[in-house]
């Protein structure tokens, strides 16, 4: 089986809800910009990380040596549902890893579905992200804001984050995706043909499944034409090969500054 390193939360939170810190230094804070209802009905809100100049945090698949952020909206009023919108990741290689992330600062847009269109929501989450710089630590953060339930003007920052979200399958031109599956001896292999127009310079296409928990390898790429292929390794928690649906994967292909979201794929026999 392959080395697996995992991140240790448990007892390694910072006493300060608001601040990762060493020493008495903070390297992070976080808040929530109120941002403004939409004519949907929704409310569109962001989580705001500032981090220390050089510092970081990771994207939703954070890689193979990332903390995945954990969300935790339920003490939250008047909000049935928090949908959050990731923008497009940087990519960064230390060491021979790969991991995907954002330096200095995150907007990350959230829209709330209100129980109640006509009322107040009050957001309020327990958030756990993982941040590094040289070392990396883990950041507990507790955060929460009254959202008014009338429109107000929106905000550029969130209004930029979410102009940077990665390009829908069929905008990026994705004729088809198939993929094919078969076990190891701790888990699957898949490897997916993705015929799409060329993303840009440096292609890296990011795997994900729907089940956290499953430990996903750095996935290799290569394009040949048209079609680009991927190859990555699924590994659960007992490393055994599992059941799995390739209409549940989810690929993200990312180049020169663009990002492509792939839904799913078909099985190729």
């Known amino acids: 089986m392959r080395q697996i390193i995992p991140f240790l939360l448990a007892g390694a939170f910072l006493a300060d809800p608001l601040l990762a810190s060493d020493n008495g230094v903070s ?20 989580l705001h990380v500032t981090l220390d100049p050089g510092w970081k945090t ?17 003490k939250s009023l008047n909000a049935a549902e928090v949908i959050v919108h990731w923008p497009t990741p940087e990519v960064f290689l230390s060491s021979g890893v790969r991991t995907l992330g954002f330096h200095d600062d995150l907007v990350l847009p959230l829209e709330i ?30 955060v929460s804001a009254e959202l008014p339930d009338s429109e107000t003007r929106a905000d550029p920052r969130i209004e930029f984050a979410l102009d ?47 089940d956290p928990s499953v430990w996903v390898s750095t996935a290799l790429s290569d394009r040949s034409g048209a079609v680009l292929t991927a190859e990555a390794d699924l590994v659960p928690a007992n490393a055994q090969p599992f059941a799995l649906d390739p209409e549940d994967l989810r690929f993200t292909v990312l ?10 794929c078909e099985a190729s026999h």
């Open 164 to 210: 940077h979200r990665p390009e829908s399958a069929q905008a990026a031109g994705l004729v088809s995706a198939r993929c094919d599956v078969e076990p190891i001896s701790d888990g699957l292999r898949v490897t997916a043909q993705l015929e799409l127009p060329d993303v840009g310079d440096d292609e890296v296409v990011v795997v994900e499944t729907a």
């Open 255 to 264: 180049a020169s500054g663009r990002a492509v979201d792939i839904h799913g």
């Open 58 to 74: 990771y994207w939703r698949a954070p890689g193979e040596a990332g903390l995945p952020p954990e969300f935790d909206w339920s």
């Open 113 to 142: 579905v209100p129980e109640d269109p006509a009322a107040a929501i009050e957001l309020s989450g327990d958030l756990a992200l993982g941040i590094c710089e040289n070392i990396c630590m883990p950041m507990q953060v507790s």
């Open 27 to 46: 390297h992070a804070q976080a808040e929530i910009l109120p941002g403004w209802r939409t004519e949907a009905g929704t409310h569109m809100a962001a």
